[in-house]
């Protein structure tokens, strides 16, 4: 059998593992029989040597494998995944279900709960009275078939030796090697059951990857894993300098998308919506020209059909659909601030992880896994890059339960935001498209 550290050392050396010796160190880890301070070693060596495409394909599969793998097979059709390395107001995943499935995309999505800035989708979700995403594996599958998308927590089984990676990643300062996040996101994609996946890859100083390149090697390498995995992926390269939509939060963001759906929803928001729609709706085989997906989606939001659809979403899993109509029935804040522009111009940068981490301190996100998010609190900007300001002029609002914090909150993010006397140009939202056929940028 193998022997752990003639897998280090092989590693150390810059050689090429084998599948079986990485299954070996996969299995071993999450049955316990191979300790901490082996793996340890073989990430950091995987850190400095890197692993090829093929060894990095072998290694999400072992992972994947490590767990449950959830079947989809009893949904109709073909089913797309949608998965976002997330960011800051990114309220995607809340417009594109009831949007892709108004026009026939089947959504059967699992989302995490985790740690960030907000909430996960399913925090969003159950801040509408009522909602449940506890469904179990036959009415997740009923939902689907019946009202075309349907929204659960993510399986405890799923992916336990990303969990136990990760978490030792995390502690090993082994986080940020390529091929190691890729697997990570992947294993968990390929776990979740979908046939095909678009990946969501976002740059900028409110993302994960800091710069453009580094984004454009995790989304190219993950493409070409979903394509030896036989689950056809397709990466976007998207911009996350600034906040992709205006509400960063929990039942904000549920506003937010109903917005979207009403089509008076922020630009940028709604064309990255419109793209992913569009690319589930070829890659699901439901329409052949990007063209005319994109026509479909628009006079879906203007018949009202796609916000129709959130409706049912919503009632089919508990909730109460008058939320999208009357927003006061969603969960309020005691208080609120406007924050105040100081000065005639425009908004030159708006630095993202700053709003992002003041909304999480506020009550909005995780900062320990247990920790209990608070659904009526969170930031409203109003502007964004290259938008025109005047004095006095109102560019964000705080929504708190504490009044220190309502305070501490609005400081944040009068300093977050930034201005020039001389106009600025807007900023691109999609940079690349990655297929199997590579990478075009946009
Ligand atoms: N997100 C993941 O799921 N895994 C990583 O390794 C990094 C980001
Ligand atoms: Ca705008």
Redesign the pocket.
Known sequence: MFFVPEIIEKKKRGLKLSKEEIEFIVNGYVDGSIPDYQVSALLMAIYFKGMDEEETTNLTMAMAHSGEMVDLSAIKGIKVDKHS?GGIADTTTLVLLPLASSVGVKVAKMSGRGLGHTGGTVDKLESIPGFRCELDGKDFIDAANSIGAAITGQSKNLVPADKML?ALRDVTAT?DSIP??AS??MS?KIAGGADKIILDVKFGSGA?MKNYDDALKLGSLMVKIGGLAGRETVAYITDMDQPLGLAIGNSIEVIEAAETLKGRGNEDLLSLCLEFASEMMVLAEIESDKEKAIERLKASIDAGEALKKFKEIIANQGGNPEVLEDYSLLPKAKYELEVVAPTDGFVKQIDAIRLGITSMKIGAGRQKKDDVIDPAVGIWIYKKVGDKVTKGEAFAKILANDEEKLHWAAEESKAAFEFSREPIARRKVIWAKITKDGVHEL
């Open positions: 390395t990760y986080v190691l996040i990570s996101i968990k994960f």
